[in-house]
């Protein structure tokens, strides 16, 4: 049943992707809702996590900071400039 | 010696060894995808118009194949709990579904979606010279629309000792639709179905273009990120296909006598890294097919 909701959703997503949000920022985000909501589907009930003990979550909390912070640091060289010699 | 923990729960952590392992090891998955996702996400904000392609990858195909990808995690989790209620023959067939789901995706992906690129050819039109390919480029048309502007003409490329060849100076190419008639207002969106190269050649001069190649990683920065994203994705699909046979096999028919709890704890955890490969794609299915 779950699975027949993330089939139904990735349908969504398909035909979502061709309605014009206005800019191409607002598709790409609404995109991304989606997709994140059908990950949240797989990580929650296939992946039991609705039903896990607190040291995964625990694990989890970390992984999503480190993340960010990978993100971060490539976004620091956003500004810089290729050097032509 | 027996190894510990396998089905009983450790008591600092409260659950058996190997969900805490996956968990962390799927942390540091997640780590090695984020990377590759923020160079993507980095990339595509750095391109400059026009030089950032959309509609180069067939969307019914990659449908079909998220599809084969969701279904195989609904067959993984049916096969542990089968499993969990002491059902093997059950087992058994939910795990070949798994399995056969992995491998349809890989075929069709490595058969058929990547050498489909390898084969196309895209020629980067040097600026000063864009004004010359305009019958091809329909650089006004786009102008007016507010659409980015066109740089490259891309088509299945017919002389292709041209690439390797200095002394041939031109690069026939069978045209794809959206360059053979640029100015269509049906070819402002990428075709839902995929469209074959047309039959109209166009001879474009070596001098006037900046670079061209097959649609290679070292096309451009969009299939360099695609083709490491997917072929890293791919790769681990194939990891997890290879671990399910192992389970599918007779041997595991020896675990499942002696401990079938065991069995099913690493079926658990195989299950985990499926989900979470399923995961990936999910994500990476909308970020280069659809947008």
Known sequence: MVGATLLAFTAITVALSYVNFGAPKANIAVAMLVATFKAGLVAAIFMHLAAEKRLIYRILIFTGFFVLGLFWLIFLAWYDYPVAH | MEIPYTVSTRPDTGLWNAKVGIWLFLASEVMLFGGLFSAYIFLRLDAPPGMWPHGLLNVPVGTMNTAILILSSVTVVLAWAALKMRKYRAYWWYMLATILCGVIFLTVKLVYEWPQKFDHFGAYIKPDALAKYEQYLGNEHAAAKGLPPRLEITGHLHNRTAL??????????????????????????????????????????????????????????????????????????????????????PVSKKLYQRNPEHLANRVEVCGLFWHFVDLVWIFVFPLFYLL
């Open chain 2, 164 to 249: 390797n060849d200095p002394n041939i100076k031109d690069y026939e190419v069978a045209l794809d639709p959206v360059n053979a008639d640029p100015t269509n207002p049906a070819m402002d969106r990428p075709h839902f179905f995929y469209v074959p190269p047309t039959h109209k050649l166009a001879t474009i001069a070596k001098d006037d273009v900046e670079r061209a190649t097959m649609f290679l990683p070292t096309h451009s920065a969009y299939f360099a990120s695609y083709f490491t994203i997917t072929g890293l994705h791919g790769m681990h699909v194939l990891g997890g296909v290879l671990v399910f046979i192992y389970m599918w096999l």
